[in-house]
């Protein structure tokens, strides 16, 4: 079984900066990809940034130049650096990790979400 565990959530007020943290424990050989997704209010959950294996990024445009995806592969960590933040950020933001769970599988795992909300 694989888990996805997120911290780094909370209040900030606008223009400020925050860092989110995801770590996957559990069994599996490798991860691929790694994904930041958010749900705003009354909104559907959009993908906000990747990262491959390789250190590939990729980022929806609301947050370019202002998000930071990156990953330590040595501690099956990605994290999400938000700077310059406005309360259209304020989302619950999911943590997506495909992963290598045996020689022929691949995982996709969700984390548990963890709250942004953007408010002076």
């Known amino acids: 079984q694989v888990q996805l565990v997120e911290s780094g959530g909370g209040l900030v007020q606008p223009g400020g900066s925050l860092r989110l943290s995801c770590t996957a424990s559990?069994?599996?050989?490798?991860?691929?990809?790694m994904d930041w997704y958010r749900r705003g209010p009354g909104k559907e959950r959009r993908l906000v940034a990747t990262?491959?294996?390789?250190?590939?990024?990729n980022y929806t445009d609301s947050v370019k130049g202002r998000f930071t995806i990156s990953r330590d592969n040595a501690k099956n960590t990605v994290y999400l650096q938000m700077n310059s933040l406005n309360p259209e950020d304020t989302a619950v933001y999911y943590c997506?990790?495909?992963?290598?769970?045996?020689?022929?599988?691949?995982?996709?795992?969700w984390g548990q979400g963890t709250l942004v909300t953007v408010s002076s």
């Open positions: 997506n990790a495909v992963v290598l769970a045996d020689s022929v599988r691949y995982l996709a795992v």
């Open positions: 990262i491959t294996s390789g250190d590939s990024t």
């Open positions: 559990g069994s599996f050989f490798s991860i691929r990809t």
